[in-house]
């Protein structure tokens, strides 16, 4: 790459934060929803509708008609929907999740990222919020930062769980052990896509979170076939468990801690005892990566301090170190994803041998 291009590159990352504000903003504003609504409108008429000066909406409407989402009549002054017209509302809503969750968690945390880095610790979250921890610690006390996180979460989730448990064998009437399952979601799952006669699914995490999961195995007719340990993955976990899923958890530490959770794990297995691991993982070409753009700055300015993806060969070195036997492992296909898709998501599977 020449100096020149170079250069070129930088003007991309200088413009990134305002590029995608500016995009976000005319969809909260509501100005691409009365486009879809009346194609043709001016910037006065745009204006009116969402509450906002002509020349401020005119400034907006620039970007996306250099890009071509949206197009601009010289003639008549009128504005219409051009390349985002031809995008189906379900991928549109994708995108406006992720961005939306880019927004709360993101966008205003990266300004300490080099602070964040240093200390180890998310300064945004103590300089915006006065909170010292994580985000998923802030997240119980903000509503503003939980409630975005929590909608693409859930889709999210719809989406990759049943890949996940069409991949990983669970025999029937299997004791399984969610690490770090949350408020029970994943226990959830386990019996929908892996059911069976005798299965029993316990969640394992924080005792604050008990309540809430003893509810949603209420409110999901689990109750029976369901329990909840409290505990902290890194004192002790927990035995007589034939199967252990730990999904989206590992990327959150550095790998002395992943480690330690993995150790742990064997430690509480059975001979012949399964590990199954859905984790975000960034491509082995690293230049192929989609991930790679955004997840470490995430992570180490806005969600832990440490931690993030890493790659599928990674994630089996560690298992084998901690003293498992890797039997499978997979990456979704990048192909398959939808072009806008960021995370790109592994599963390993290992069992505890003699």
């Not at 890949?163 to 004791?175: L, Q, R, V, Y």
């Not at 994943?186 to 316990?202: E, M, N, Y």
């Not at 993995?262 to 975000?280: A, F, N, T």
Request: hydrophobic share 40%; aromatic share 10%; glycine share 10%.
């Amino acid at each position: 790459m020449t100096a020149q291009a170079t250069l070129a590159r930088f003007r991309e990352y200088m413009v990134g934060p305002a590029r995608f504000m500016n995009l976000l903003s005319c969809f909260e504003l509501g100005i691409i929803d009365e486009l879809r609504k009346r194609p043709g409108m001016t910037a006065a008429e745009l204006g009116d509708a969402v509450g906002a000066k002509p020349d401020a909406v005119g400034q907006l409407l620039y970007l996306p008609v250099k890009e071509g989402f949206v197009a601009y009549d010289e003639r008549s002054g009128g504005y219409a929907l051009d390349a985002i017209a031809e995008v189906a509302e379900a991928d549109l809503r994708r995108v406006l999740d992720f961005m939306g969750k880019i927004k709360a968690t993101t966008l205003r945390q990266l300004y300490y990222l080099t602070d964040s880095v240093r200390t180890g610790t998310v300064v945004g979250l103590k300089e915006l919020y006065g909170f010292e921890g994580d985000l998923y610690g802030a997240m119980a006390l903000h509503a503003d930062l939980r409630e975005p996180w929590s909608k693409l979460m859930d889709s999210v989730t719809d989406r990759i769980d049943p890949w996940f448990f069409d991949t990983i064998e669970i025999p029937a009437g299997s004791k399984v052990l969610d690490l770090a399952g949350h408020t029970g979601l994943g226990a959830i799952h386990t019996h929908k896509f892996k059911g069976s006669p005798g299965l029993h699914v316990t969640t394992f995490d924080l005792p604050d979170k008990r309540e809430d999961c003893l509810r949603t195995f209420r409110e999901h007719g689990v109750d029976d076939k369901s329990s909840f340990i409290g505990g902290d993955v890194f004192e002790a976990v927990p035995k007589g468990f034939d199967v252990v899923l730990i999904k989206h958890f590992l990327n959150m530490f550095d790998g002395d801690d992943v480690l330690r959770i993995l150790k742990g794990v064997h430690d509480s297995l059975e001979v012949g005892g399964r590990v199954h691991i859905l984790v975000p993982i960034y491509a082995e070409n690293i230049k192929e990566s989609r991930s790679v753009d955004y997840y470490p700055s995430f992570f180490l300015g806005c969600a832990t301090g440490q931690g993030g993806p890493q790659k599928l060969s990674t994630f089996r070195e560690w298992l084998e170190e901690a003293g498992f036997t890797v039997t499978r492992e997979l990456s979704q296909d990048p192909a398959q994803l939808p072009p806008d898709a960021l995370p790109l998501q592994g599963i390993l599977s290992a069992t505890k041998n003699a």
